[in-house]
């Protein structure tokens, strides 16, 4: 089948971005779709970013609203920071997938539907009482029909599919029609499907037809009235490659343990939506990488910790959940002054709350839940790109503190793409783990005069011989000690080495105006939705800073100075106002709060309301 666009085809109209979000049942490949339409922006040069949504349960029934699955993708020929607020484009495979994601519809949007989904039982189950492809509801709309179902039958009649099998590839003719009328060059998703499917030639064979028919229907009828082209972004040069923030995280630590010279161990249990973790770095065993899935997060944590005695860059992936599981091992981490990072991919809570849908509602345990003073490291990264620098700096600090550090990411991150510029392994600094060989003098518990942090030594380094466990330290020699004015000296010790670690970290940067009206404060993955609702205020003349903070215990210098230079202060995160409780006390700022709970990142609308509304008092 020739896939070249028919001679009445006019130019395409050019856009400089687009939203589209596909929204289906949960079997009926919508991740697939989106990350495969995304990787073909990606390889035409757009700048990119996306949102996969998907349903909390795991098996609910098809059908339903409670099984929709989702992905957003926002590619653009400029530089973009979010997936997008209202979609553009809306490909909805079933009523529930309407139902379910109608109202964000941007005014006059395309809206394409399965509409040989929409059945009397389908209908039902999704709540409707009368079909809304006819009733006249859906009027305003750019309302494009198809029934899938049948167009993707007659297109596999000649395979040996069942009836089953051939409804499976309607994903791939949603996927074809979509590079039609976005003007897509389908020649590098043929050769990846069959890559793909390469041992199943008769399911490649099959997806291929599906995705040359959804190609050729957009270009055979006249259903829409144009195609649309997105150029390339003009971005720095470089060499580019589509990540996840979890994917991101695990090559982060990767590179980490190459540069410090050290086997990298992670102890983890499987927790969404964090489990993506360990599935990447398994896969890395050639490079040093043991993986261990435990049998809970407790034995979890304690292996970590076994391998950081034993001289490994060592580390445990959870959610928040595993978070407060591991909060006792934490504490042995810390009182024996072991290199250990922590990665807690946020979900919302409390308990399993809903463990796919994002938040940032970890923070006051990152920073508090262990029992007595118990002071950790904690930084956040920003974005999926972001994560790949934040794993290097965190393990950074941990080996050179010799103290546990715990990452903050969470759902929206974990599972969102952007492009990142893959670094030249040269330009990454190595790491120095130090470990101590020489026993002329040693105390295990003397310190460097620079960092506070003891001597790290490997089992079996002869004359080195110390004892370890969950019991005070003397200061000087590790032995047990219960003596009180020992206790208080050791918990002021392990204070003042997280708080020494500020001298070895980036200071407070704001972007925008750097002293005004308003300073915009965020952390973790706001980033993207706080920078262009600020932005939006500053092409108005507004006088708006953007601080984001990617170190969070401790805080960076210089915090108290740049709140100074602000009439207000206004701290954005997706919790109750944990981090704004946090800096009110450590600063005594009047910081005012803009906060969302729903299991959703901040849409930018929503950001440059709530700064409108703090300029406006």
């Not at 000087?476 to 500020?502: C, F, W």
Request: charged fraction near 25%; proline fraction near 6%.
């Amino acid at each position: 089948m020739d896939l070249q666009p028919s001679s009445k085809s006019s130019s395409p109209q050019s856009l400089k971005e687009v939203v589209i979000r596909f929204a289906g049942d949960s079997g009926d490949g919508m991740q697939l779709t989106g990350t495969e339409f995304t990787r073909a922006a990606a390889l035409a040069g757009n700048d990119i970013a996306t949102f996969p949504d998907f349903p909390a349960e795991i098996r609910a029934p098809a059908g339903t609203l409670a099984g929709v699955s989702g992905f957003q993708l926002h590619f653009a020929s400029h530089s973009i920071f979010t997936p997008g607020d209202a979609p553009d484009v809306i490909v909805a495979m079933n009523a529930a997938a309407l139902k379910a994601n109608l109202n964000d519809l941007k005014e006059g949007g395309i809206l394409i539907v399965n509409e040989g989904s929409f059945t009397k039982a389908n209908l039902k189950k999704a709540g409707y009482e009368a079909n809304p492809l006819e009733d006249g509801s859906l009027d305003g709309r750019r309302l494009i029909a198809i029934d899938m179902n049948q167009l993707v039958a007659k297109a596999l009649d000649e395979t040996e599919l069942s009836p089953k099998e051939v409804a499976r590839c309607k994903n791939f003719w949603a996927l074809g029609l979509m590079y039609w009328l976005y003007s897509r060059e389908p020649a590098k998703q043929i050769d990846w499907i069959q890559a793909k499917f390469k041992r199943k030639p008769e399911l490649a064979k099959a997806n291929i037809l599906a995705f040359k028919a959804g190609y050729a229907y957009g270009d055979a009828t006249e259903l829409f009235q144009e195609t649309f082209e997105v150029k390339s972004a003009d971005m720095p040069q470089g060499r580019y490659r589509r990540v996840m923030g979890n994917n991101a995280l695990a090559m982060g630590f990767v590179a980490a343990a190459n540069k410090a010279d050290l086997p990298l161990f992670l102890g983890s249990y499987p927790i969404t939506p964090a489990s993506d973790i360990l599935h990447d770095l398994a896969r890395y065993k050639r490079f040093g990488v043991t993986t261990f899935q435990a049998e809970d997060e407790i034995a979890a944590m304690g292996a970590a910790i076994g391998a950081a005695y034993g001289g490994a860059l060592a580390m445990a992936t959870t959610s928040g959940p595993g978070l407060a599981l591991k909060g006792e091992a934490m504490g042995l981490a810390m009182i024996l002054e072991l290199p250990v990072v922590v990665v807690n991919v946020q979900r919302a809570g409390p308990s399993t709350g809903m463990p796919t849908k994002t938040e940032q509602s970890d923070f006051l345990q990152a920073m508090y839940g262990r029992n007595g003073d118990c002071p950790v490291a904690v930084l956040a990264a920003k974005s999926p790109a972001d994560c790949f620098d934040t794993a290097i700096e965190a393990s950074r600090i941990a080996i050179k503190y010799r103290c546990p550090v715990i990452v903050l990411s969470d759902g929206y991150i974990a599972n969102g793409a952007e492009p990142w510029r893959m670094p030249k392994p040269e330009n990454i600094p190595e790491i120095d783990p130090g470990f101590r060989t020489d026993p002329e003098g040693y105390m295990p518990y003397a310190r460097n005069p620079d960092t506070l942090a003891r001597d790290w030594v490997r089992p079996g380094t002869p004359g080195l011989q110390h004892r370890v466990g969950g019991l005070e330290k003397d200061q000087l020699t590790g032995d047990v000690s219960y003596d009180p004015e020992n206790h208080e000296t050791m918990v002021r010790l392990r204070e003042e080495k997280i708080q020494n670690i500020a001298n070895d970290v980036t200071e407070a940067q704001v972007e925008g105006a750097q002293e005004g009206d308003l300073l915009v404060v965020g952390w973790g993955g706001t980033y993207g939705a706080l920078k262009q609702g600020v932005a939006a205020h500053l092409a108005q003349g507004n006088k708006v800073g953007h601080l984001h903070l990617r170190w969070l215990s401790p805080l960076p210098r210089g915090l108290e100075d740049i709140f100074k230079r602000y009439k207000k202060v206004l701290v954005c995160e997706l919790n109750r106002g944990q981090v704004w409780r946090h800096l009110r006390a450590e600063y005594l700022v009047p910081a005012e709060k803009y906060t969302k709970v729903q299991g959703l990142p901040f849409m930018v609308s929503e950001i440059k309301e709530a700064i409108d509304a703090h300029l406006a008092k």
